[in-house]
């Protein structure tokens, strides 16, 4: 079994910051990319940023600039930083792992629960 755990997550007004992070735990043998998405009332679940196993990252270009995603590949965590935030990152956040587990041949997508981020003021 895999779980990814968010938290950081709350209400900020517009221009502050917001620090979410997840930590994947479970019977993993390798994670090979991990990131975050979100998804807003109505609207599909996007790619917010991600970063691979070996420190290579991409971010949505509605965020460049503002967000910076991090990784502990010994912890199994990911990190997203948020500044200046606008009210149109309100959504929720979704943390997400490409993984194999322990007695597989497939890797997969593992989700967390997610968490709210709230931008208004």
């Known amino acids: 079994q895999v779980q990814l755990v968010e938290s950081g997550g709350g209400l900020v007004q517009p221009g502050g910051s917001l620090r979410l992070s997840c930590t994947a735990s479970?019977?993993?043998?390798?994670?090979?990319?991990m990131g975050w998405y979100r998804q807003a009332p109505g609207k599909q679940r996007d790619l917010v940023a991600r970063?691979?196993?070996?420190?290579?990252?991409n971010y949505a270009d509605s965020v460049k600039g503002r967000f910076t995603v991090s990784r502990d590949n010994a912890k199994n965590t990911v990190d997203l930083q948020m500044n200046s935030l606008k009210p149109e990152d309100t959504a929720v956040y979704y943390c997400?792992?490409?993984?194999?587990?322990?007695?597989?041949?497939?890797?997969?997508?593992?989700w967390g629960q997610g968490t709210q981020v709230t931008v208004h003021s």
């Open positions: 997400n792992g490409d993984l194999l587990r322990y007695g597989s041949s497939r890797r997969g997508d593992y």
């Open positions: 479970g019977d993993i043998f390798s994670i090979y990319a």
């Open positions: 970063v691979s196993s070996t420190g290579s990252t």
